[in-house]
């Protein structure tokens, strides 16, 4: 497998205005290879979210993606499978919402790899897949919803614990109100139930795609969905970042496949990998979603 300094080292003899061109068609390659040995469709939605921190609005999960997906989707055959290849820190569960329906709307059965990082929402839509494929260096993360308050994301479940917390504190000793009332004033009165409202959404979302797909077969589905959706959306992880391995992905009864059971796949989708953080790195791509039918949807910088 081509390491990433190998391709960075190949991108060196590539004229400047031929990178971007070399990149795509070394990304497509890859996932035609992939498309003909797996005998599966193949989508990389990729993310330059490592490359560019400063710019989560255009590097997160967000409603314009499925103009993507529907770009990628065009000319692929439906009566396969598909596997799709998710790099991304997460975003907009409604967005996500939306890319799980239409892809499912469009197959009946989905895997998902995932060569590094699918945090937050990119979790969801792993969760609404009938298998995840994962490597050593894999994650998943917390699925708990973040509001953004003051330009940052902020934890409903802390928004609800803080107003609960205001509430009890208050009630004992009415004195405190003087205290809590900049604080409350803050946030608002209507904060948390909109933060209550976000997490029954979130969570209820990844139940029913878990009861549906990956849980259909097993015993109680219905009841090991919901479990598992809480554990996933819950207060235990103390981080919207922590890191939930494969390890930890079997221990919720997900069916993870390990990626270094097929060297070869392991070998592309990790390629597919390096070639996009190269791509992130040196040029105003911000997210990529490229098919293995050549058809590409890059959403770059103003």
Known sequence: MPSWFDFENDLKKVAREGKG????????ELLQSIANRQDCNVIYYASGFLEKPHIPHFTSITGEDV????????????SKRLLL??????????????IVEYLRSKYSAIDVAIPTYAMSAGTMIALACDRIIMGRQSQLGPTDPQLVID???????????????????????????LAWNPILAKFGTALPEEAGRAISYGTGLVEEWLQKYMFADKEKPADLA???????????????????????????????????????LQDEILSLYHLSTIAFGHGPAAKMILSQTGKTWIRSLP
Do not use: C, W, Y
């Open 21 to 28: 061109a070399f990149v795509q068609q070394k990304s497509i």
């Open 67 to 78: 103009n993507g997906f529907m770009t990628g989707l065009h000319g692929q055959d439906f």
């Open 85 to 98: 290849i998710l790099h991304t820190p997460g975003g907009s569960p409604g967005a996500a919402q939306t």
């Open 151 to 177: 330009n940052r994301g902020v934890s409903a479940h802390s928004v609800v614990n803080l107003f609960a917390k205001a509430k009890k504190e208050i009630t004992t000793n009415p004195v405190l109100a």
């Open 226 to 264: 919901k479990e598992v959706a809480e554990f996933f959306g819950g207060t235990e992880h103390g981080s919207h970042s922590r890191r939930i391995d494969r390890q930890k992905a079997r221990q919720q009864h997900l069916n993870v496949v390990d990626l270094e059971d097929d060297q070869n």
